[in-house]
């Protein structure tokens, strides 16, 4: 049968959907013909809402699958609306509407009380999509296939219902975790992926393992292990969430990709925690090293789980970024509000040890969660400043639906109803309320990050930089809402000026690269943008390190 994916990627990072790869991967391999419509404004043309029925038309797909995360989830359910619609105008029969995806998975009942998709798909589905499809093929309407939520007799309303109305709806419990062992490689084809790499500046995603062991509050993982938990009626530990691909399949993924694709120049291991079982972790960084990939890659880590011998395993194959995430620099919070346990000295030990085998460290924080205190917010600062961390991206606080932070956040009196339905970025501005002067402050915290952190590296080490930035941060904290409002959009300007006074005087510091929200550590940006491979630079101190630097830089402004 014809499946026809759609993947409402808008106002969003472009991008390649593992999920989707995955089970379309899946479908292909049983005889079924795919499609993908991908919706991403940095991929002109945006098929239109017109092109996409056109595509159906002419193409004639028995199912049509949608799959979003929680920002993407309106533009879905528009894109079906107007589906519904067109179809009516036209007098002809849609086929099902399947939704999928992190969104479906968090509030299943909300989603499915839209009262706009035929089936409502919960958790990984590469073998109930499988099933669900077989079934639509055989004429059936099918209401009893795991992991989805599927109308009694197929009788979908033509209009939302309440959540409680699930009497109308059959909640079929969740399956057993698909095995990755037995997966196919994932669709690559069904994505422009040669478009989207070199769009993405050769940026390649792999994933090794799914799963993570962990209950952070803002994460979906908590929600998919009780959900299975319950369903599946099995101790957590023997629900087999924690899988990973053998070392020898992923190895000849990663070679049928550098065969197919041209100019990937860094893989990113998009696991949830590549490191968390050391064995595999190692498997993969020495079947890595030793089949040549000569591609740098970069792999998400936790600060309780980088064993040495990963640290080392890892360096040595080629890593070049170590991503752990750190998200508040008060202790406090990060138990209370995030359970995440962890010290100070936990997050200080693993970024040394990181750096120490070459791999520059990488920190997620947020910005703006609820119950952090105004002198909490500044330990963030102080923690980075203190960890000479590699680089930090610097996010404001979402509180996903579904999760225990959405909870904690709305008890808290902190959530602003129409702020949270609008953003579809929460890059750009936080969907929680501190109050006028708090929020400001949030803001320029969130903006300015590089700043803060470099204009208080002294208090822990000789940095001269701090003398630097701290009258930066001085005045932008003396602004009012207007004067802030003026300054916003030249801080970027204002970094690269600063950023650049300061490597000519061979200061370390952090200053805003990439993108907007993400500041770097001047010794890797500056060798990054000489050509120099950082990890062999690292093998000298900073200060002579940036004294090179510095001069080669001030050369190559001469020529
Ligand atoms: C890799 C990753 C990325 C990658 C790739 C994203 C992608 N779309 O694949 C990049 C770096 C680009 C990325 C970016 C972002 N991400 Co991200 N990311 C992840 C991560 C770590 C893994 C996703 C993954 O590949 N999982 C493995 C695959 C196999 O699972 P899957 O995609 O969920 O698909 C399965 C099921 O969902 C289902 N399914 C999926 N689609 C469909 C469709 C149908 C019809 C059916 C039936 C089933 C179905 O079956 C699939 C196969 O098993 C997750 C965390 C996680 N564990 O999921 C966060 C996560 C998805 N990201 C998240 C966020 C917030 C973002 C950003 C918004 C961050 C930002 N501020 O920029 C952007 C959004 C970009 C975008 N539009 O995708 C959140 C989403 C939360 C939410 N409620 O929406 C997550 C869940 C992390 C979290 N905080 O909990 N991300
Ligand atoms: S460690 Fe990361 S992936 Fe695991 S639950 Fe926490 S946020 Fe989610």
Request: glycine share 6%; hydrophobic share 40%; charged share 25%.
């Amino acid at each position: 049968m014809r499946v026809l994916f759609v993947y409402p990627n808008l106002y969003t990072q472009m991008g390649f959907n593992h999920g989707l790869a995955s089970l379309s991967a899946v479908l292909k391999q049983a005889g079924h013909e795919t499609r993908l419509v991908n919706l991403n404004e940095n991929l002109p043309p945006v098929p239109t809402h017109e092109d996409l029925w056109r595509e159906i038309v002419e193409w004639g797909p028995g199912a049509i699958g949608f799959s979003c995360l929680t920002q993407q989830y309106r533009a879905a359910v528009e894109i079906a609306r107007f589906l519904r619609r067109r179809a009516a105008e036209e007098g002809r029969e849609l086929p099902p509407l399947v939704v999928g995806g992190v969104h479906p998975t968090m509030v299943p009942e909300e989603t499915m009380a839209e009262g706009v998709w035929d089936h409502v798909g919960v958790g990984e589905c590469e073998d109930a999509l499988l099933a669900l499809i077989e079934r639509i093929e055989r004429g059936e309407r099918p209401s009893d296939v795991p992991n989805f939520l599927s109308w009694k007799d197929g009788a979908r309303p033509e209009r939302e219902v309440a959540p409680v109305a699930s009497d109308r709806w059959i909640h079929n419990k969740v399956g057993e975790f698909p095995n990755l062992a037995e997966l196919p490689i994932p669709d690559y084809e069904l994505f422009d992926v040669q478009r989207i790499t070199d769009q993405k500046h050769g940026w390649f995603g792999l994933l090794s393992s799914r799963g993570c062991p962990y209950r952070c509050t803002y994460c979906l993982n908590h929600k998919i292990v009780d959900r299975y938990h319950d369903e599946l009626e099995r101790p957590v530990p023997d629900l087999g969430f924690f899988r990973y691909r053998p070392p020898a399949k992923l190895v000849e993924e990663i070679q049928w990709v550098l065969a197919r694709y041209r100019g990937i120049g860094t893989f990113i291991f998009d696991d949830d925690l590549f490191t968390q079982s050391a064995p595999h972790a190692i498997a993969i960084a020495d079947a890595y090293r030793e089949a040549k990939i000569d591609v740098p890659f970069v792999v998400n880590s936790h600060v309780k789980r980088l064993d040495p011998r990963v640290a080392k395993a890892l360096g040595e194959a080629g890593c070049k970024i170590l991503k752990l995430g750190i998200e508040s620099g008060s202790p406090r919070v990060r138990k209370e509000v995030l359970q995440r346990f962890m010290t100070d000295t936990d997050i200080l030990k693993t970024v040394e040890a990181a750096e120490k085998n070459g791999l520059h460290t990488s920190g997620f924080l947020m910005v703006g969660l609820p119950y952090e205190t105004h002198e909490e917010r500044w330990q963030t600062v102080d923690l980075l400043a203190k960890s000479g961390i590699g680089r930090f991206r610097t996010s404001l606080f979402f509180p996903f639906p579904g999760t225990e932070s959405h909870r904690l956040a709305l008890q808290g009196g902190y959530i602003r109803p129409e702020q949270e339905l609008k953003l579809t970025d929460f890059t750009e501005s936080s969907c929680l309320d501190f109050g006028s002067e708090e929020n400001l402050f949030i803001d320029k915290l969130a903006t300015c990050m590089p700043w803060f952190v470099t204009s208080r590296m002294d208090r822990f080490r000789a940095a001269p930089a701090s003398a630097r930035y701290r009258p930066w941060v001085e005045q932008v904290l003396a602004m009012d809402e207007t004067e802030w409002a003026a300054f916003k959009p030249t801080v970027r300007d204002v970094d690269r000026e600063l950023a650049l006074e300061a490597s000519r005087a061979a200061e370390l510091h952090y200053s805003i690269r990439y993108n907007a929200f993400m500041g770097v550590r001047s010794d890797f940006y500056l060798a990054e943008e000489q050509g120099i491979e950082w990890n062999t630079a690292a093998a000298k101190p900073i200060p002579d390190r940036l004294r090179d630097l510095a001069l080669a830089a001030a050369a190559d402004e001469v020529c």
